[in-house]
């Protein structure tokens, strides 16, 4: 059974760091893309990062380069963001999705081409 859990959200002021987590099971990492998305109140949900399958390449959002890093640790199964110099603006419900495939091809689209999602952790960056 697929299942993806996140973690890690919580109250941080801006320039504060925050660690999510997105354990997956009934599945291998290797074999999913597993891309991260946010959604604030009133705006749409987009991508933040995302990692691939096949070789564990990664993207981000030009909005949080160089502040966010994705990463896997494949003997856990699970899959990383590293939130750093976190900004008010980046206040939102962060979830993890999975998408079967092995490219990075499988780390863009619409929110509706992924197919698994956790429950959503809440990231509220506020002074």
């Known amino acids: 059974q697929v299942q993806l859990v996140e973690s890690g959200g919580g109250l941080v002021q801006p320039g504060g760091s925050l660690r999510l987590s997105c354990a997956a099971s009934g599945f291998p990492l290797v074999n999913y893309a597993i891309r991260w998305f946010r959604q604030a109140p009133g705006k749409e949900r987009g991508g933040v990062s995302c990692?691939?399958?096949?070789?564990?390449?990664?993207y981000y959002a030009d909005s949080v380069k160089g502040r966010f890093t994705i990463s896997r640790d494949n003997s856990k199964n699970t899959v990383y963001l590293q939130m750093n110099s976190l900004k008010p603006e980046d206040t939102a419900v962060y979830y993890c999705?999975?998408?079967?495939?092995?490219?990075?091809?499988?780390?863009?689209?619409?929110?509706?081409?992924?197919?698994?999602w956790g429950q959503g952790t809440q990231v509220t960056v506020s002074s």
């Open positions: 999705a999975a998408k079967q495939g092995l490219y990075g091809s499988d780390c863009f689209g619409r929110p509706s081409g992924y197919a698994y």
């Open positions: 990692i691939t399958g096949r070789d564990g390449s990664t």
